[in-house]
């Protein structure tokens, strides 16, 4: 058993994140509550009444499936934590494998795997009895399961190469591998923005062109008039696992790529399909995707430097029931647990970023469309059909909602 001062710290921020999210949890069911008895006025032309309980539902329902989550996370964490459950899995697979820089990678790789088996049950749960209940699974068990195999091959595919590289430099070269290794997994998922939609994607969903037609000629004339020029836009089959749709981009430049899930088609009108496109359009145009990358290199950068710093200190890995003779993997296992009570505080600034993206590019598509009506309709169908919170309390948004809710894109529309 592990009960170190080190332990105690990160078990109290574990904690002390778990405790707030709950209370958003439940300021947010509260708030679901106090409108749930009619529809609210500005809600009056969007949604009738029956769908609009049985959004409250959804939402509440989601709450609490959220709070025994998170609970079940939290205990897990802290067992492992105490237990030292992390030291004695890595010089489990360490022993079989051997010390080198692949056998560490694969141990790491497969520590966090096993551990990750345990959120299986919630998992299934929220696909085959919160998301059926609501008629929004369309998935079965057998795609579940292949989809679970998948993802765990990739990852080790993937990721025993690239970690297996980052331990070679922290031998190689102990002071600067950091900065190298930035370098490295920038460049990765640079290529993976390529690889993904050829190579991943199809792994799970198919990816066909949009047939010819009326909204294929329209969709490509927006596109010209937005000054985004695209030879093709593809349909993803979506609709095999969930009735939820969504529209995105992928790639960049000759390679970037336009999917529209087919529930997306279904569920709008052309006109309002048009209008979808060009919001995503403006991301593109705003250069929203790559300031967000580079957001991105900015915290994978700080975060290698506190690992480099770290995993120089003995003190650090005797903290958590490791030797220093670990090494890097067994500082990176360590840093994964840290960091994410780090990232919980930093979730409202990043969310405010994202949502002065979003206005942005709502701006744009009304610009394009002529208008805000469509982009509007076509928001007000997709919170209804995915039946949306639309009575979010404030405070839960800005940590849960990378988006505005739909009466501030609304506003902001009507207002410009």
């Not at 209940?133 to 679970?148: E, M, P, Q, R, V």
Request: aromatic share 14%; proline share 3%; net charge positive.
């Amino acid at each position: 058993m592990i009960l170190t001062n080190l332990v105690f710290f990160t078990i109290a921020l574990l904690l002390l994140m778990f405790l707030a999210d709950t209370w958003l949890d439940a300021l947010n069911a509260k708030e679901v509550r106090a409108n749930r008895e009619s529809v609210p006025e500005a809600f009056a032309e969007i949604i009738d009444e029956a769908d609009y309980q049985k959004s409250a539902r959804y939402t509440l329902d989601k709450i609490s499936y959220s709070i025994y989550e998170r609970l079940f996370g939290l205990v897990l964490i802290v067992a492992v934590l105490i237990f030292g459950v992390y030291p004695i899995l890595f010089r489990f697979f360490t022993g079989i494998f051997g010390s080198g820089v692949w056998a560490q990678s694969a141990a790491l790789l497969l520590s966090s795997i096993i551990l990750s088996l345990f959120s299986l049950p919630f998992d299934w749960y929220g696909q085959f009895v919160l998301e059926q209940k609501y008629g929004f699974n369309k998935s079965t068990t057998s795609l579940w399961i292949a989809d679970k195999f998948k993802e765990t091959a990739i990852s080790l595919v993937i990721g025993i190469p690239l970690l297996a590289l980052l331990l070679w430099f922290f031998g190689a070269m102990p002071n600067t591998w950091w900065i190298l290794g930035f370098c490295v997994i920038a460049v990765f998922q640079v290529v993976m923005l390529i690889v993904y939609p050829r190579v991943i994607l199809p792994l799970f969903n198919k990816l066909s062109e949009l047939e010819e037609g009326e909204l294929k000629t329209r969709l490509l004339n927006m596109a010209d008039r937005a000054g985004f020029k695209a030879s093709a836009i593809y349909v993803i089959d979506g609709s095999k696992r969930s009735s939820h749709s969504n529209a995105f981009f992928t790639g960049f430049g000759k390679f970037r790529k336009i999917i529209l899930f087919d529930t997306l088609i279904n569920q709008l009108s052309p006109e309002q399909i048009e209008a979808v496109l060009a919001h995503e359009i403006g991301h593109y145009k705003r250069g929203h995707i790559p300031k967000m990358i580079v957001s991105n290199f900015v915290m994978m950068f700080a975060g290698l430097g506190l690992v480099a710093y770290f995993a120089k200190c003995d003190w650090f890995y005797r903290g958590f029931g490791f030797d220093i003779q670990d090494g890097m993997a067994a500082a990176l296992l360590i840093f994964l647990i840290v960091v994410s009570p780090i990232n919980f505080w930093l979730t409202p600034v990043k969310n405010a970023v994202s949502r002065r993206y979003e206005y942005q590019a709502d701006a744009f598509a009304k610009k394009v469309c002529g208008g805000e009506k469509p982009l509007v309709e076509a928001l007000r169908k997709l919170h209804t059909k995915n039946l949306s919170n639309l009575t979010p309390h404030r405070l839960y948004s800005a940590f849960h909602y990378s988006h505005p809710t739909l009466i501030e894109r609304e506003k902001a529309l009507k207002s410009e």
